[in-house]
């Protein structure tokens, strides 16, 4: 059975960490330096940074931030926000990240994906999907941190993605974010059976037990993990001691 991954979700905000609930009402939860070397200590295996800043320089804002972290996070680092370009992609990855988010700009640019994955790899390109479900329950996909929607299906997305070097999915409930009572376990599960890379599940995490439950009913590779870390006494250590006594075997670091 292939290693399971347990990653802090860390959301950038004019310089601080914050958490948000579906997207909206911002509540700080400190320096993204200081979280970065408590989630190192913490045996977390990767670092998801993402600026969702929605003004101003995006990308310059997360790379200035970028060498301070490296100098105290040694696994691997994940950073996006507002990705369009071949140059802005570089400019993180030269300044301490492994890999890239490219979320929007893979609706309009898809070849911002090959042109990534051909200069540095295709295990450095993941692609951020943020989902909402309408009432009648069926889903729909969101760009420009969820103001945007996207007229697309979410299979033909993926398939879009895959097919222009999408390395890996970050797939992200809206409707579940930071709320704390369980992922979207449908959700996740159309992504895995679509998706022929792996799949970061996020958005819902409140206790071990619906990390638990995700991993055995759907098809993910890893968890990402925000209010859960932010809001109680649990942290990366934990939940993959957790998971190991359960029989879910986690990577180690």
């Known amino acids: 059975m ?69 100098k ?13 370009t071949l140059t802005e992609a570089s400019l993180l990855l030269t300044q301490g990240a492994d890999k890239v988010v490219i979320n929007s700009a893979a609706y309009r640019s898809p070849d911002l994906m090959t042109q990534v994955a051909e200069r540095f790899g295709v295990q450095a390109v993941v692609v951020g999907i943020d989902i909402k479900r309408e009432s009648s329950g069926k889903i729909s996909l969101w760009s420009s941190c969820g103001g945007t929607l996207e007229n697309v299906a979410l299979e033909e997305h993926m398939g879009t993605c895959e097919k222009h070097g999408a390395g890996e999915f970050l797939i992200q409930s809206v409707d579940h974010d930071g709320m704390m009572a369980g992922y979207d376990l449908d959700l996740l599960t159309t992504a895995t059976n679509t998706s022929t890379v792996p799949i970061i599940g996020c958005g819902g995490s409140g206790n071990y037990g619906h990390l638990k439950e995700a991993f055995i009913r759907t098809g993910v590779s890893a968890l990402a993990c925000g209010s859960l870390f932010n ?16 029989g879910l075997p986690c990577k180690v670091v």
Do not use: H, W
């Not at 105290?72 to 369009?84: E, I, S």
């Open 2 to 70: 292939l290693k399971k991954r347990i990653i802090p979700l860390m959301l950038l905000r004019r310089g601080r960490l914050v958490k948000t609930i579906r997207f909206e009402k911002y509540r700080d939860v400190g320096d993204p330096v200081k979280s970065s070397s408590v989630y190192n200590s913490q045996t977390s295996d990767e670092i998801i940074l993402l600026n969702i800043e929605k003004s101003g320089d995006r990308i310059g804002q997360i790379a200035q931030v970028l060498p301070e972290i490296s």
């Open 231 to 246: 809001f109680s006494d649990s942290n990366p250590l934990r939940a993959k001691a957790f998971l190991n006594n359960e």
């Open 72 to 84: 105290v996070c040694f696994m691997p680092l994940t950073v996006g926000g507002g990705v369009r």
